[in-house]
């Protein structure tokens, strides 16, 4: 068999396959030359070969694309927000900043700091009520070379503060020698007591005296236990002193101890589902969900002298007996119409209807003078007191429609 046939059909494979890439290198030279516009470019791949071999005519430009900047800024989507919920407040369109009209201060060591913490959470969406944190970190009341904290007191009252109501947290850094003059005071001894006790109505004093009421609250159970007996004794020391003070003492023992009343690190939270309270060394300290539960302690207290620290409704002071009210009050009608027809000058007194009618009440039931229920005689007479005091109507004319004499007059 003859190789000739073979030899031409791979001649014309070769000159194919060169064809081929002839025509690729030509179609990615006018690839890369043609203009990068949007809309020479628009419709695709096949835009591009219909404006290479002139397939129809290319696609109209974006008429947005062409517009002045003007009208495109115009035709451009605003940004509409139809809620005022969705801005902030004091931003355009948002809702008014309410101020705070009702300040509590917080005093104390870092269990008052967690407290603070607490509150600010539990009157979160009250703006009105203002949580102001002043408590100090290892303070207390046994060094008051570190931090005085009845000076401290002073200082703020003398200061005119905005302060509706103070909370005091303190004593888990107090057991210890306590200096008096020159002499140092073992914990707990008779003296120490009698003069830590001085140093609360030191710090309780300045409020008193401003008209501040003050939230005082005690230790929780620890759950060592030499420091939970100290802090039952200094809590016996907060009590006496702050019921002698007049102000308030929150016992929150029960709420962080177990049915048996001592420590407990987990329990119910604000929301009656059991969650850790306590951590830090030793259990000290209160967790996030801790330092909500004391001030829920707190909150009842405080919500309530805040809805006494607001203008009261007027309606609130109408007396309660509106029966006896209104009795005065149509006495006095008819003093003012007696009083009329004296001033006229005329012999005959002059009969005038007042501007208003008298007050009647609509569920109480007529009673005759004296308190009994009116019985039938009695009708006659209040059908006539009650013509005096409206005054009687006048007759229909005859023939009109409200004449209801029998027989019909004519």
Request: glycine share 8%.
């Amino acid at each position: 068999m003859s190789r000739y046939p073979r030899s031409s059909g791979r001649r014309k494979a070769a000159l194919w396959r060169r064809f081929g890439r002839i025509f690729a290198l030509t179609v990615c030279c006018l690839v890369l030359a043609a203009p990068a516009s949007r809309a020479q470019n628009a419709g695709g791949l096949t835009g591009f070969f219909q404006n290479l071999f002139n397939f129809g005519a290319p696609p109209p430009p974006s008429p947005g694309l062409n517009a002045p900047l003007k009208e495109r800024a115009h035709k451009k989507k605003r940004d509409f927000v139809s809620s005022t919920s969705t801005r902030e407040p004091g931003t355009p369109g948002g809702a008014p900043v309410v101020k705070p009209t009702y300040f509590v201060s917080v005093l104390g060591d870092s269990l008052a700091i967690l407290a603070a913490q607490g509150l600010s959470e539990a009157f979160s969406a009250v703006p009105e009520i203002a949580v102001n944190d002043l408590a100090r970190d290892v303070s207390g009341l046994a060094r008051d070379d570190y931090y005085d904290w009845p000076k401290a007191a002073r200082d703020l009252m003398a200061a005119k503060p905005n302060l509706d109501v103070a909370v005091v947290m303190v004593g888990i850094n107090d057991m210890q020698p306590l200096k008096d003059g020159a002499d140092m005071l073992d914990p707990l001894s008779d003296r120490w007591r009698a003069v830590y006790g001085q140093r609360v109505d030191g710090l309780l004093s300045p409020f008193r005296d401003a008209h501040i009421p003050v939230l005082w609250v005690g230790l929780p159970p620890m759950r060592d236990d030499r420091l939970n007996a100290e802090a039952a004794a200094l809590n016996e020391i907060f009590r006496d002193r702050v019921g002698k003070a007049g102000e308030a003492y929150v016992d929150i023992w029960d709420a962080f101890a177990d049915a048996s009343g001592q420590y407990a690190a987990f329990g119910p939270d604000v929301e009656g589902q059991n969650a850790k309270l306590r951590n830090g060394f030793g259990g000290i300290y209160f967790t996030k969900a801790g330092a909500r539960k004391v001030a829920q302690l707190l909150e009842a207290d405080i919500r309530r002298d805040f809805e006494k620290s607001k203008p009261q409704d007027n309606s609130a002071t109408l007396p309660p007996d509106i029966e006896k009210e209104a009795s005065a009050i149509n006495a006095e009608i008819l003093r003012n119409m007696g009083d009329d027809a004296q001033r006229s000058g005329s012999a005959t007194p002059m009969v005038r209807k007042p501007l208003a009618g008298p007050i009647l009440s609509l569920t109480a039931s007529p009673a005759s003078p004296g308190g009994a229920l009116a019985g039938p005689a009695d009708a006659a007479a209040i059908r006539t007191s009650t013509q005096q005091a409206l005054g009687s109507p006048a007759e229909a004319p005859a023939g009109r429609a409200d004449n209801f004499s029998w027989p019909p007059q004519k």
